[in-house]
């Protein structure tokens, strides 16, 4: 069989020699099948020993048109918990409401649940502020809120906040409404939850830092309990131990802070109740002298 004249033609029009070899003709039963657009054989270096037809060398298969692709928008990523680590403090302070230094209790409450100037924003429920008397004797500083106080919107609740109760009682101490000489103030280092109670980063304790400043400022208490590592650290500005903070007298804004274990830790090592009721009698005396 030979080529026919629309076939030749096609291989004038590709290039290709008359000499390129005559496809086996097609039983006569066979089902006739669209003819497909030419396809671009293996290079003569990539094709199998095996086959034993060898496209010319001279031959090249032409590239396929290049399609125009509309642009797309470039998408912005996500800043992870290591950037936001790592990002410099004063990106983030900028943010801030200004004047936090001067700020009244309802002004500074309002700041607080509107505040959005880091990530943890995006994931909270809620803010938690604080409670208790605003001019106590004695203010306890927490860490950050876990995932009872980010849904009640208050520190220190759940079995944690259950065994500070018990805690307090036997120093005249509670949360409960009472005078400023008995009711305690409770915050925390930071009024928002960090996602899966992660430890709080350093920017965020940063940005968190003139809310807190502002509440002692406000309460102007007698005694600070700070309470758990990382609130011990963030307030005194040192990376001691808590082992090594707790049994020492320390000061801020002229105020005496006592260094004791959080409740949670001692949930999980009752053994060292006895250290925090060391702290708490070293808090009864300090409100007695």
């Not at 003139?210 to 990376?239: C, D, E, W």
Request: glycine share 6%; net charge neutral.
């Amino acid at each position: 069989m030979s080529w026919s004249e629309r076939q030749r033609a096609m291989l004038r029009e590709m290039g290709i020699p008359a000499f390129w070899p005559v496809p086996p003709e097609a039983p006569a039963d066979a089902p006739t099948l669209p003819e497909a657009a030419p396809q671009a054989r293996p290079s003569p270096a990539e094709a199998p020993s095996s086959d034993p037809v060898r496209r010319p060398e001279a031959i090249t298969a032409a590239p396929p048109p290049a399609v125009a692709r509309p642009a797309r928008p470039e998408a912005k990523a996500p800043v992870s918990l290591a950037a936001a680590a790592t990002a410099g403090v004063d990106a983030i302070l900028r943010h801030r409401p200004e004047g936090i230094d001067q700020m009244d209790w309802p002004t500074l409450r309002q700041a607080v649940a509107g505040c959005t100037a880091c990530g943890l924003c995006e994931s909270r429920q809620q803010t938690v502020f604080g409670v208790g008397h605003e001019q106590a004797s004695v203010m306890i500083i927490g860490e950050a809120p876990g995932e009872q106080e980010d849904r009640q919107g208050e520190p220190f609740v759940g079995r944690a906040g259950q065994l500070l109760d018990r805690m307090l009682h036997p120093v005249d101490l509670t949360r409960a409404d009472a005078a400023a000489s008995r009711q305690v103030f409770i915050a925390n280092v930071l009024k928002c939850r960090p996602p899966g109670n992660r430890n709080p980063l350093p920017a965020e304790v940063a940005q968190c830092e003139p809310y807190l400043m502002r509440q002692i400022a406000l309460v102007k208490p007698r005694v600070i309990i700070a309470m758990g590592r990382f609130a011990a650290q963030s307030l005194l500005k040192t990376s001691e131990p808590i082992g090594r903070l707790r049994g020492r007298l320390h000061e801020v804004q002229g105020t005496p802070v006592v260094v004791t274990y959080h409740p949670a830790y001692l949930l999980r090592n009752p053994v060292d109740k006895g250290l925090v009721w060391d702290d708490l009698c070293r808090v009864r005396e300090l409100l007695l002298s």
